[in-house]
């Protein structure tokens, strides 16, 4: 899909490499997995083979995130708008699944931009140097995001919307 309109009328374009609107979600026992079997892949070639079902689309103005079957003319499964808690949590007090999902989130213009320098960080090194301020989890009924901060901590920062 090359345009999609947000909820706030804002309208969402890939067609300009690095896009603003397009976000990359790495789990992260894909990455783990990935690691075991090839511990030198470069962040190019995980980012080009990982499995890309879902499209994650970021909106600039209002920070809705919205999640597309990647086929032509997909569909929005789900939105999630920003709704950023007040209060902090450790991992054992979020309501996680019993193998909780945690993942990586990277804005398309991150990665190009670290793809493109001299000497571009291969995935072990990425995800050591950036992972840890981009470390998010969802709630086992996939309707709270948490995002962690510094100190281990998890806060809430999306929610999925309820007109959904
Ligand atoms: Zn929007």
Redesign the pocket.
């Given at each position: 899909m090359a345009n999609l309109g947000?909820?706030?009328g804002?309208r969402m374009s890939s067609t300009n490499l690095p896009s603003d609107n397009i976000i990359y979600v790495f789990p992260k026992k894909g990455v783990r997995e990935t690691l075991e079997l090839n511990p030198d892949i470069s962040l190019l070639d995980y980012e080009r083979d990982y499995n890309r079902e879902l499209e994650y689309w970021y909106?600039t103005?209002?920070r809705?995130v919205h999640v597309v079957d990647n086929v032509p003319c997909g569909k929005v499964l789900t939105v999630y708008e920003s709704d950023r808690g007040s209060e902090t949590y450790s991992p054992s007090e979020l309501p996680l699944a019993s193998e909780p999902d945690f993942f990586y989130v990277f804005s398309e213009k991150e990665l190009y931009d670290e793809e493109e320098c001299d000497n571009p960080a291969n995935l072990a090194e990425w995800i050591e140097r950036q992972g840890i301020m981009h470390y998010y989890c969802i709630s086992s009924d996939k309707n709270t995001v948490y995002k962690r901060e510094l100190g281990g901590k998890y806060r809430k920062v999306y929610s999925k919307e309820k007109s959904r």
């Open positions: 947000c909820t706030c804002r909106c103005e209002c809705r």
